[in-house]
Each structure stands twice: as structure tokens, then as C-alpha cells.
């Protein structure tokens, strides 16, 4: 029997959830009970993604008994955290603890795949105004905001683009783990815009644009068309 921890019926977490495992036992002390009480408790929690509080339940089990079942558990909540260098220690425990084949296998499987989680760096990419495509190495990723991009070590090429904005480019160096953060404040694009008239000259005309009345400079009055004005990208009213 490994440890102390003797119930009919618990589940162990695997790929995301818990599956079932038996075990025949004697009669329970109060401590074991407690014991089993709190891991079936950690299970509900860890199925409703509430996995702070399925960790405080376990490691309260764990204390009373040291099973290696508990420990690949912890393993597992503090995987699904997003909590990997515990989440390492304690897959390490569980293998120190001579397991099964089957999970042995399955340890070193997740413990692979942590390592290669950790080895990735990431981009936060903070983007003004909202929704905004946000283009990475040539792959369109999202629309700002965007959960952290998640990429190899080296350069890589951002791009962030929206429709009445000039786009931004940038380049990101990344260094294996670490967290790299870039700010993109968009610009809006201008367009350049002469108006004729059909009059004369401009001598009486009143010209507002979006409501707002534009000051025609002297000579412009005595001409049938404004001089080149910039205006932001878009829909105008005049």
C-alpha cells in the first residue's frame, strides 16, 4: 500500500481530469478518513478550474499522508495553474517514489512537455485603440487584445494593422522563458483633400467640415479651390 491514504473509490487526475482508481482497504482511522475527505474535495475543486484552492485542499491531504497518488496530483493542479516549476518538483517526487510503469510514463510525458512550455518565451502585446490584427512572423494571431504569443527563442517580426490606421511594424528579440512586453499606440492615417467650387471664387462661400469651420486663407477666397488640406482616413461630413 503506498502511504497511509486507503479509499474504495478516488480519482487520480489525467489529462485534465481525474480517473478512477480503487483500492481494497481495512477499517480507517479518523486521519485517513480526513485524508480521503480532502482528496475527494481537491477533485471537485480541480474540475471546476478552481485550482489555488484544489492545491491548499491536497497539500492539506499530502500532509497527513505522503502518498505518491497525492503527489502526481499536486503535480497535475499546479500544472493546469500555470504553477510549472512546482509543478516539476512534485512530478519529480512522484517518479523518486517508484511508480508503475503506466505512471511513470505518463510523469515523464508531462514533465517533457512543461520543460518545453518553459523553454518558450512570450510577447504581451498592449495595442491602442482595440481591435486591431495583430500579425506575427507572417501568421495572423488575433485581434487585439490577444492573449500572450507564446514563441521560440530569436527575432521575430511583428506587424499590427486596423482599417483608418497607418500600420505599425516592429521587430522582438526573445530570450528562452523570459516575458516580453510591447506597446503599439496607432496612428491614424491622413489623406490629402482639395475642394472646387463651381462658383467664381470663394469669396462667399462658408466651408465646415464635420461641423467645424475651416478659416479659407485669403488667396483661397479668390480662387475656386482650397489649398491641399490633411484630414484623418475616413468619412467626413462638409
Not at 7 to 33: N, Y
Not at 204 to 217: A, I, K, S
Amino acid at each position: 500500500r503506498e502511504g497511509k491514504l486507503r479509499i474504495l473509490a478516488v480519482v487520480v487526475i489525467l489529462v485534465g481530469l481525474f480517473s478512477a482508481f480503487s483500492s481494497e482497504c481495512a477499517a480507517q482511522s479518523e486521519e485517513e478518513l480526513r485524508a480521503q475527505e480532502l482528496f475527494l474535495e481537491g477533485v471537485k475543486l480541480f474540475r471546476e478550474k478552481k485550482y489555488a484552492q484544489a492545491n491548499d485542499v491536497l497539500m492539506e491531504a499530502y500532509r497527513i499522508d505522503e502518498s505518491p497518488i497525492l503527489i502526481f496530483n499536486l503535480a497535475r493542479v499546479n500544472e493546469e495553474a500555470g504553477e510549472f516549476r512546482t509543478a516539476l518538483n512534485f512530478f519529480k517526487m512522484y517518479l523518486a517514489k517508484n511508480p508503475a510503469e503506466g505512471g511513470r510514463r505518463d510523469a515523464e510525458t508531462r514533465i517533457a512537455a512543461i520543460e518545453k512550455e518553459m523553454s518558450l518565451a512570450k510577447v504581451r502585446l498592449f495595442v491602442s485603440p482595440q481591435g486591431a490584427a495583430v500579425r506575427f512572423d507572417g501568421k495572423d494571431v488575433g485581434v487585439a487584445p490577444i492573449e500572450p504569443i507564446r514563441a521560440s527563442s530569436g527575432h521575430h517580426a511583428v506587424k499590427v494593422f486596423m482599417e483608418g490606421y497607418e500600420e505599425w511594424e516592429g521587430d522582438v528579440s526573445l530570450k528562452s522563458g523570459e516575458i516580453e512586453e510591447i506597446h503599439v499606440q496607432l496612428v491614424r492615417a491622413k489623406g490629402i483633400v482639395v475642394l472646387e467650387s463651381d462658383q467664381a471664387d470663394l469669396r462667399e462661400t462658408t466651408l465646415t467640415v464635420d461641423g467645424v469651420e475651416v478659416t479659407l486663407l485669403p488667396e483661397e477666397r479668390l480662387s475656386q479651390q482650397t489649398e491641399p488640406r490633411t484630414f484623418d482616413v475616413g468619412r467626413h461630413v462638409l
